[in-house]
């Protein structure tokens, strides 16, 4: 499975942006599928996933409420809906897929596409 996220950008606080995540390969709707985030000398963390219909969401506290995890399997790509943005959500997002079901670490999936940039400033 080869995954790739874009959409990044520089935004200013307050400001919205949408990742998207193509996938190629394999069944893109055989997987769960999550987004992650790594910011500068930190460890990458859960952002948002979803199950492979996306009936079943799941958000990190830290952006219940302003991000929203969405896929069109139709088309193979995933969505990150970002939206409130702050400061502290600057980091490079990731998307990957699951076969399994342990959404929120990083060691419950088996395909990493490469990461692109949000920047928020103040």
């Known amino acids: 499975v080869q995954l790739q996220a874009y959409g990044g950008g520089l935004v200013q606080a307050g400001g919205s942006l949408r990742l998207s995540c193509a996938a190629s390969?394999?069944?893109?709707?055989?997987?769960?599928m999550g987004w992650f985030r790594q910011a500068p000398g930190k460890e990458r963390e859960f952002v948002a996933a979803?199950?492979?219909?996306?009936?079943?969401?799941y958000y990190a506290d830290s952006v219940k409420g302003r991000f929203t995890v969405s896929r069109d399997n139709a088309k193979n790509t995933a969505y990150l809906q970002m939206n409130s943005l702050k400061p502290e959500d600057t980091a490079v997002y990731y998307c990957?897929?699951?076969?399994?079901?342990?959404?929120?670490?990083?060691?419950?999936?088996?395909?990493w596409g490469q990461g692109t940039l949000v920047t928020v400033s103040s």
């Open positions: 390969g394999r069944t893109f709707s055989s997987y769960a």
């Open positions: 979803a199950t492979w219909n996306g009936d079943n969401r």
């Open positions: 990957a897929f699951a076969t399994g079901s342990y959404l929120h670490t990083v060691g419950g999936y088996d395909y």
